[in-house]
């Protein structure tokens, strides 16, 4: 029975492993006024919110799911990222699920989740 169980343990990670996995996507708003965030998917409705000061969104996708997220700011056009800015992003850091993309006016940048969580206790 031990070795059945060991057999099934294994098949199921081999099956998990052989899945897309599923990539966070952690945006905070680190302007000092409300932001709007759409994205557009691949398959299903875009999606579109509102960030306060502060607040973060997260997007949990399969990898190259989203094809494009915009970010305004006051009814402008403040950042667009496509499909290939956003895999840029993710490869540039070693762990994607372990880091907070801040947006700010002069671009988006990488917060640790150390630097994340100083920033809300701050707020």
Not at 18 to 34: K, Q, V
Not at 51 to 73: A, D, M, N, Q, W
Not at 94 to 99: E, F, S, Y
Request: glycine fraction near 6%.
């Amino acid at each position: 029975m031990n070795n059945m169980r060991h057999v099934l343990v294994v098949v199921v990670l081999v099956v998990l492993a052989a899945c897309d996995p599923a990539y966070p996507l952690f945006l905070r708003n680190g302007l000092a006024t409300p932001i709007t965030v759409r994205a557009t998917f691949e398959e299903g409705a875009p999606s579109e919110g509102v960030l306060r000061p502060g607040e973060r969104l997260t997007f949990l996708h399969p990898k190259g799911e989203i094809k494009y997220i915009v970010i305004l700011s006051e009814g402008q056009k403040l950042h667009e990222l496509d499909k290939k800015a956003l895999l840029d992003m993710r490869n540039s850091i070693p762990n994607p699920r372990l880091v907070t993309w801040n947006i700010q006016s002069d671009g988006i940048k990488p917060l640790s989740q150390l630097e994340a969580e100083k920033l809300e206790k701050s707020h």
